[in-house]
C-alpha cells in the first residue's frame, strides 16, 4: 500500500474514532441525565455498577473475538486503579445529578490543566508557551461559567471538584499502567472492567443511599426502560478514560 493511502487511512481512522468518541460522549451524558432528572433513578452509584457490568460482557465478547489478548497486571495496580477509577466515574455521575448538563460540561474542562499539573508534577513534562496560554483560558472560562451560572451549587460544585481530579489521577495513572506494563486500552479495559462492576455493584447500594436516603430496591422500576439495557450504549464510552483514540488501533475491515 502506499505510503499517501496508508496516512489517508489512518487520518479516516482517527476522524471515525473522535466522531464516535464525542457522538457516545454526547449520548451517554443525556441518556444518564434523563434517568436522573426525568425518571428520578439518583442511584449514580448503582448505575456506574451496571455500566461496567455490561463493559465486562462485552469484555468477554471482545476476547472471544481476539482483540483482547492474555496480558498481567498485578493485584496491588489493579485495586488502586480501581479505586481512583470508581471515584472519578461516580463522581462525574454524582456530578451530573446535582449539575446541570452544560455545567458538568464545563467543570470537565478543568481535567485538561489538571493533568498538566500532574504530567509537569510526576512526569517532569514542558509545556510550550502556547499551550500554557490555551489552558489559562480554558480556566477562565470555566471561572465565568461558574460565576453565571445559576442553578451551580455548592454541593454540586463540590462534586465537580472531586470528580475532576479524582479522574485526572486515573488518567494520569492509566497512562503510567499502559507504559510499564505494555498494556492496550482493550487489555486494560479487560482487567479493570469486572473488579470495577463487582465493586460498584456491592458498595453501590450502601452510597446511593448515603447519598440521597433512599433504597435502590425500593425503586419503581416499571416508570422507565430498563436500566441494563442504558448499559449497552456506555461499553463504548467508558473506553474513553483509557484511550480517545481506541478506535484508531483496530482494522475497521476486521469488525465486519
Known amino acids: 500500500m502506499a505510503p499517501g493511502s496508508k496516512a489517508e487511512r489512518k487520518a479516516a481512522l482517527d476522524a471515525g474514532a473522535w466522531m464516535f468518541n464525542v457522538v457516545t460522549s454526547v449520548g451517554i451524558i443525556m441518556v444518564n441525565k434523563a434517568l436522573m432528572a426525568t425518571h428520578g433513578f439518583s442511584f449514580a452509584t448503582t448505575l456506574t455498577g451496571l455500566h461496567f457490568a455490561t463493559t465486562t460482557l462485552m469484555t468477554q465478547v471482545m476476547k472471544w473475538l481476539g482483540y483482547i489478548q492474555p496480558s498481567y497486571l498485578p493485584l496491588l495496580e489493579l485495586v488502586k486503579f480501581v479505586f481512583f477509577a470508581n471515584l472519578s466515574i461516580v463522581g462525574m455521575n454524582v456530578s451530573l445529578m446535582w449539575n446541570s448538563v452544560g455545567f458538568y460540561q464545563i467543570a470537565k474542562l478543568c481535567i485538561i490543566p489538571v493533568l498538566c499539573i500532574l504530567e509537569i508534577l510526576f512526569d517532569k513534562v514542558r509545556y ?3 499551550t500554557k496560554l490555551s489552558i489559562v483560558l480554558v480556566l477562565v472560562g470555566v471561572a465565568v461559567c461558574t ?6 451549587n455548592s454541593q454540586g460544585l463540590l462534586a465537580a471538584v472531586i470528580a475532576v481530579w479524582s ?6 495513572y492509566v497512562h503510567h499502567l499502559q507504559r510499564k506494563y505494555s498494556l492496550g486500552s482493550f487489555n486494560l479495559l479487560g482487567h479493570t472492567a469486572p473488579a470495577q462492576a463487582a465493586s460498584l455493584l456491592v458498595l453501590g447500594p450502601f452510597v446511593d443511599f448515603w447519598l440521597t436516603n433512599k433504597r435502590v430496591d425500593t425503586f419503581n422500576y416499571t416508570s422507565i426502560v430498563t436500566v441494563p439495557e442504558t448499559s449497552l450504549f456506555c461499553y463504548w464510552r467508558e473506553q474513553d478514560s483509557y484511550s480517545s483514540m481506541i478506535l484508531s488501533e483496530l482494522d475497521f ?3 465486519w
Not at 147 to 152: A, F, L, N, P
Not at 167 to 172: D, E, K, P, R
Open 147 to 152: 460565576v453565571t451560572d445559576v442553578s451551580v
Open 128 to 130: 510550550s508557551r502556547d
Open 167 to 172: 479522574t485526572a489521577l486515573q488518567q494520569h
Open 253 to 255: 475491515r476486521d469488525l
